[in-house]
Structure formats: C-alpha cells, structure tokens
C-alpha cells in the first residue's frame, strides 16, 4: 500500500538545524501538509514554538490524504507564516521531538560540535549553522534520509541509510490533545512590526541573560527615545537595558551596509567596559532595523511596553543564533511573536554537488521558524518580582 | 622471584591498559616466559580474558623471568598502571620491573624521557610535569650544572605502582568462562561507528525515560500501556543486580553476514542494520570436517535463503553502558569477531594487528546475555 507520506532528504542537516531550534520541548505534534511538515511544540499555553519543513528540503516528497476533497487556502499561508490551523483535514499526531532530534543526529552530523545542546549559553553565533571546515562533507554524499508515515495511528519511521549501515527508527505517534490550540496572534491588530538581523537580538538577550532577570521588557515607540529598548528585570541584580536606538551622527540608512553595521554594533554592546553589568546605551540605532513599525492604538498611549517571562524567551536563544533575521510582531493583545528567517547554508557540501530540489539558489533554502509568547499580566509580573525577592 | 624487561610498544600497552580499566579496577596479569595474561572479572558486567604474545609488548631480548611456579601472578589496579604507563609516551627507553620497598611489592617503571630545553634554567627538575608528582624519583638525578645553552636534556622517570603478588593456590580456581558451542560468528564492522550508533541509541532509551512527563501525553496514547523495557529490565533484578537499569541493547547477527543493533522504548524503536559482513570460516586445523559440520554456526550457515531472511538469528541482550565500555577496544583498531550463542552470551574475540612471527594477540571477552 503506498505510504500517506513519504519524504527523502538527501542532508538531515538541514531537518536537524530546523527542529533544533524548538527542541525546548520533549513532545512535538506533526501535522502532514501538501506544503511540508509542521512541527510544534508547546509549554504550558504560554509558550509556542513551530517549525516548518517546506517540501523544498526533500527531494521526493509524496503526499496522498485519502481526504483531501475539500479545497484550502492554506498553501499560500503556511510557508509564509506557519499559519495553518492545526485542526486542519490532514493527519496530526503527537512523536517524540528529542528522540527524532537524537535519531537525526545518527547521520553523523553532529559529531564534531556540541555533544549535548547548549541552546541556552551559546553566546556567540556558533551554532550547528557554523559547520566546520573539518566536517567530512565527502560522507554526507551517499547518505540518505526517509520520513514515512504510512497510514492513521502508524509510528512515523525515520530511515536513514549511510555506507554499509541501515538505521530504522519508528516513532510511537501518539493522538494530538483535542483542546491545544495556536497561541492566537491577531494579525489584524498588529501593532509593532521589526525586522532585523537575528544576532542582535541574540546578542542583546544574551546580554540580559547575565545578569539572570526572570522578566523580559519589552518598549518600542515610534516617536521619542527609546525607540526600541529590552530590559531584564526581576533578577537578583538591578535591571538592565539594551536600547536600540537612532544613531543621529552616523548616515541613517535604515538597514543598508549590514556587514559594518555589525561590526559596530557588536562593540557598542561589548567594548565598554560597563557593558556587563548595567545598562548598556546601544548609540547606533534602529539603523539595525530593516522594519520599525510601532503604531499601537490611541487607547495604549504612543508606547508599547509589554512583560514577557525571561525564561521563556531564552528558549528561543538556540533559533536566534542559527537564525539570519528575525521578525519581532505584538498584537494588540500583547502576544508576541518571534519569527525566524533561517537560510540553511549549503557551503560544507563540495562545490558542484547535484543539487538537489531543495537547494535555491547558491544560499540554500530558507526556512522559518516561529515563537510566539503570552505576555505577563500585571499581577503575574509583581507576584514573580516578589518571588524573586524572597529568594 | 624475577621479573624485569625493556618496554617495546608502550603506546599499544597504554591503549591496551587503557581499554581494560573501563571494564574494572582489579586486574590480575600472569607474566609467563610466552606471554603475558590480563584478566579482569568485575562483580557484574563483561569479564576479559587477554593473552599478550611477550613480543607485542615488551622487548623479548631483554625480557627476563625467573619463578619457581614458571608464571608471576601479580594484581594491580589496572588504571594505575595505565595511568604511569602514559609517561611512557613517546619516550625511547623504558623498563619495567618487579621490586620491593618495605616490603612492599611493586611494579617500577622507568622511564628515560627526553626534552628539548631552552637553557638557563637553575633546575632541572620537571620532573612532575606529568603529574605524578609523588611517584617521582629521578634515578640518575639529572645533571643541571655545567653549561645552560640550549640543549636535549634527559630525565629518568620512575613510577611505583604497588601490587600484590598471588600465589599459585590463589589463582588456581580461576578459569575462563565455558560456554556453548555459538550460532553465529561474525566479524564486526567498524568499532568507532558501533559504538557511536551504540552510544546514541543507549541515550535515546535512557533521555526517553528521563524527560518522561506524563502530563504531556495523551491519555489515550497508543502503546503506552505496554511493557516497558526499563520495567523488563527490573523483572531480571537477581541477573542485573545493581546494573542501575541502564538500557539494553539487543544484538543479533546471522551467518549471512547481517548484524543488527536494536533498542526499543515506549516511544520509539530503533534499529541499525548492516549487511555484508563477513562470517570467517573455522580453521581446518582445529577439529575434523565432520565435527564441525555439526556446528550450530555451520548449520546455519548452510541455511538456505529459502527458509526466509528471518531465519539463523542468534540473539542478545547486552547492557548499553557495559557494551560501551566493551567498545572502547577499538582504539587498538583491532579485528573483532563475534560469537553468538543465542540467549546467552556474546563472546568477542579481539585480535590485536601488527602481530610478529605470526604470533596473535587475543582479547576474548565474555558478555552476558539478559534475559527478557
């Protein structure tokens, strides 16, 4: 009988880098699309990670719903935004995330970096996206790896087949919770929208993340300083704050010449010797946005300010430092929505390999991932506030 | 009592050493005029029987010994003797010999290390610098007077290792495990990639039942009710004693040159297949063609493909961390052939390369099989 689904990746790096990102959680829910495969995880209800295996990262990816009748207009949707609605007419089912991010780590990927995650303290944009250049990427060539999901209440089997070994894992899917839902992001009360390289944000929560707050603010105003500002707070430690601000001294181009900007940013954020402890003045500029729309609605004032939990936030560090640009958006509600632009690079593959379908371009394909975030109410911030205090 | 000889491939006896101590501390070698014995039998867990040709380890021209039983038996704790073995490194000359201090038995090692000084240094002795501090005792001390150019200074290196001497009596009870004739012998692939492959699937089992919540599944998972490996494994107490539950593998093989590795959980099974390995045939010279005809593993072999792939399986069950130890062998590269006797033991026979005048260095290993 031929499989539900199937899909041949010929580099389960790729699958690896995207799924690492929300591997925060033990369990994911898999919904099979014509698209590509939707992967999310969630913690809490506050929480909410998503990451989307577009087909373009198989080179064969076949997907036959017995119940396809109904049209949709998901397609347009889904890879634009990881949109689709979960509860959608194709097959979803809970699997295991670590154990396909263990099972993936098989293909010999991941040998020569980190032998456990450190998501969390990678502070530099190390990553798995900084191959190596001692990566053998001659053994990644006659190596393959199969996804297949044959029918309703099947396990989903990963095969992955490299010189001489075959290595078949079949996952246990389990029947996704009825009631979990999206973390609902109205997009048609957006209200902040800012693009930018990932790294600064990256870097500047990594800042924060020092001085071990339990509350992340976040402030964005369109018209008076600070443009754009994160605090920690909560912590054992004063508050601190990265501002990205307007640089009036230097040429606002609004996001041109990223390779110098980057330079400079980094030494504002480091070179101080202050910089560690306490606030840091961030001189150059929403010149690091590429986007900066703030327009929150009359009734909130010209200010945004919203209070996320700290740890929380850093679950997403591992996206930020393999991520190439990150779109920040809050509605009007106060959700939060992290959006990652990540460009699979395809430079430890030698040069004139047979590209396969998946590959655009010189770059690789691009992928996003999503993060989408419960603000804190007033009362939760105070209460975590006190906590901190008492201990 | 004597015993005394010139080290000739430190290198391998440090790996050597080195592999062994990850299976136990207590190791009791048997210097006899042919070879060297190591055997380690821990509490629980994979028992070694190594037989050292002289030649591969030490320098057969100035290996000296003199007992009257015609074997030394010595217990010595393996890894401290690994440990002085790796400033032996590298080094040109090193001996090792039997001694006593205050009566006190011990194993010296000598050890002539040779540096490359940049001059005027007021003292010579770096004697620590390999970390072994208290065990120093330069024999020659070196000469540190004299000119302070720039020059090749050598430094005598001498550890104690302190062990006990066994009496003949003492040793007499101990003899290698004797186990039925396998169903399948099979070269194993690649040491370094089983034991990744091993590795990860040992840590897959066991971060499944770490991270366990059980709020996070559905109550009306599929499977989830079934009996879990960790709970099998508690069912076998009396065989595992204290094995900490780690996860078992199961390895099989056939005598069609197929070796599988598997694991399996509540959430997930995994295996690993390889094919195309090689079933070596049994010597000729050990037993009559007609005897081995009746060989459980020649059988086998001589199954057809018509009785089905699944046919001629023997099958164990082995402790993940215990085979990872097992494992570690494969930084001597050797070649491995291993012996299945199905639902009970995997015996591993480890020959060492780069052998003289034909003599074989062999490691046999002697696995138990856990039962379900």
Redesign the interface.
Known sequence: MEPLFAGVSNNAHHLYTLLSCIGFAHKATVQITPDGLRFSVEEGRVIQGLAFLDKSLFTSYTFNPSTNSEPNNQNGTSQDDNESSQNGPYPHFVVSLSAILETLKIFGINELSESNRPRDTSITQTGIASSSAFNAPALLMDRSCTLQYAQHGAPLSITITEAGVKTTCELVTYEPDENEADIPLQRDAIIMKIIMRSVWLHNAIAELDSSTPTILKLSACAKQEPYFALSGAGGPFSESTVEFSVDQNNEIAGGAGHGTTQSQMHKVLFDDGSSRARATRAKLAPTVTETFLVSPPSSMGERIQQSYRFALIRKAARAMSVANKVSIRGDRQGVLSLQFMVELDDHNVPVGRPVGAGVKGPNGPVCFVDFRFVPLLDEEEAEMVMDAQVE | MRFRTQLRDSRTFSKLTASLSSLGKVCWMRLEYEVIRFTIIPDQGTQVWASIPVGTIFDDTTYELESNSDAINIEVNISVLNRALRSAWGSTHSQLRLTKKDKTPLLALTVLASEWTEGNMALATNNDEDGFGDDTNPEPPADTTGDRGPRERQTWITQEIPIKILHESAVEGLHEPHCPDPEVHIIL?NLA?LK??SD?FT??AS??SK???PG???P?????HSVSFSGSAANTAATALSTNSSPKLELSANMHGSLRLAIAT???????????LVNPPLDPAQMTQEQMSQLPSELNRRREASEGFESGWAKVRIDGKDWSRVLSIGRLSPKVVACFVNEMALVLYVYLPGNRDGEESCLTYYINSFTT
Do not use: F, H, N
């Open positions: 692939p990639q990744s492959i990860r840590k897959l971060t499944d991270s366990r919540q996070v599944m559905a009306e998972a599929p499977g989830m509540d959430e997930l099974r995994i295996a690993s297949v390889w094919s195309d």
